[in-house]
């Protein structure tokens, strides 16, 4: 969440700098008039961050997605697995490629439920995309597992925790492919934006060329005699985002860091009460983002909501915008049949409150706020 309100003077900076390097907003090209080329070198920043051999910076992270998507083959008839607590930008990525969202029941990590995957696999699953929801890892090690058993391809949407870790290793770079975003609303942003990271040459390349035209950016030609094998579409991000990509990346360590001693500082306060916290997985590291409850009491429940709009906090997503986060409110993109299956999930998340992170907000403050909601219990 908090890389737009640390925007300063240095993100002003790096957009500005590009009017005196020749005023190329494109990515591609215009070598006479330019002297830099910030996508690419954007894309290098992330890749050496997040450890991961090849990046792809593109317009968003839906657009990410379904890049990714048809880099793995996706076509009509498939069926691609996501989880019920998510965005509607995973279920619109997979409906977008004329495929079958099938949608999987969240458990106590508030992410995808590995028991649940394995008894939706059918011949027809085509890619499994788990979504590391507000700051943490959802089960890799089990999804994983599922997953290479059945010898299907794992595409982490991890639009929203840019940063956290399983075993170690950045989250987006533990599946087959991974995606971020750089929204207003993510941990670091370029105001739209997105990346993919992948391992795998293959995947680049399709990704590569699909997110612009089909352009292989053959080294033997100049761009408009390049040569093409697919067609694709314009998804390339522009360089003044990049310049601010540059920036907020930067950014990216100090951000956690500042997360969690702000996170801990309410945690410890209010830990051994009657909430019901959310369960981290197991050799995975959170960025901090979001501290998600379950409180079973609706009444003090509801007075929790008020005290933390009071006091200027809001929520995040639980319960403010839980119709555009839990899928069992998504008639307009599921069957009902798949919908009536998703009722477990919108029990559990009605019960839930998420108090966001921000870094506009004290350490103390967060610690007061823990000692107010304590007296409401
Ligand atoms: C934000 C988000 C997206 C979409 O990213 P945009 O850059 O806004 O298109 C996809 N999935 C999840 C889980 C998200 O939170």
């Not at 995606?179 to 293959?202: A, C, H, L, P, W």
Request: hydrophobic share 35%; proline share 3%; net charge positive.
């Amino acid at each position: 969440m908090p890389g737009f309100e640390l925007i300063n003077n240095l993100e002003k900076k790096a957009v500005n700098k590009i009017f005196s390097e020749g005023a190329v907003f494109f990515a591609h090209g215009f070598n006479k008039l330019r002297k830099k080329f910030h996508v690419r070198e954007f894309e290098l920043v992330a890749r050496k961050k997040m450890k991961s051999k090849f990046s792809l910076a593109v317009t968003s992270g839906t657009s990410a997605t379904l890049i990714a998507l048809k880099a793995l083959g996706v076509k009509p008839g498939d069926e691609v697995i996501t989880q019920s607590f998510n965005f509607i930008a995973t279920v619109e990525a997979i409906i977008e490629c004329g495929a079958k969202p099938v949608i999987v029941n969240i458990d106590d990590t508030l992410n995808m439920c590995p028991k649940d995957l394995k008894k939706v696999i059918t011949k027809k699953t085509k890619v499994i995309v788990p979504v590391h929801m507000l700051g943490v890892s959802a089960s890799m090690k089990e999804i994983l597992k599922i997953a290479k058993n059945k010898k299907i391809p794992v595409l982490e949407d991890n639009c929203e925790s840019m940063g956290a870790k399983y075993k170690k290793r950045y989250l987006g770079c533990v599946g087959d492919v991974g995606v971020v975003s750089y929204d207003y609303g993510k941990t670091i942003t370029t105001g739209e934006g997105g990346m993919i990271f992948t391992n795998n040459k293959k995947i680049f390349k399709y990704c590569k060329e699909y997110h612009d035209h089909g352009h292989e950016l053959n080294p033997k030609y100049p761009r408009g005699m390049d040569t093409k094998s697919i067609t694709g579409f314009n998804y390339r991000m522009t360089e003044l985002q990049a310049a601010i990509g540059k920036v907020q990346i930067k950014r990216l360590d100090y951000i956690i860091k500042e997360n969690k001693k702000r996170y801990e500082s309410i945690f410890n306060e209010v830990k051994n009460s009657s909430l019901i916290f959310r369960k981290i997985p197991k050799e995975t590291d959170q960025i901090f983002d979001t501290l998600i409850f379950k409180c079973l009491n609706k009444s003090k429940r509801k007075k929790i909501v008020k005290l933390l709009n009071k006091k200027g906090f809001g929520t995040k997503n639980l319960p403010d915008a839980i119709k555009w986060h839990c899928a069992y409110y998504w008639d307009h993109a599921l069957r009902s049949k798949q919908i009536k299956k998703l009722k477990k999930t919108k029990d559990l998340l009605e019960l839930s409150i998420a108090i966001p992170i921000w870094l506009s907000k004290t350490v103390s403050s967060y610690k007061s706020l823990g000692k107010e909601i304590l007296k409401l219990l």
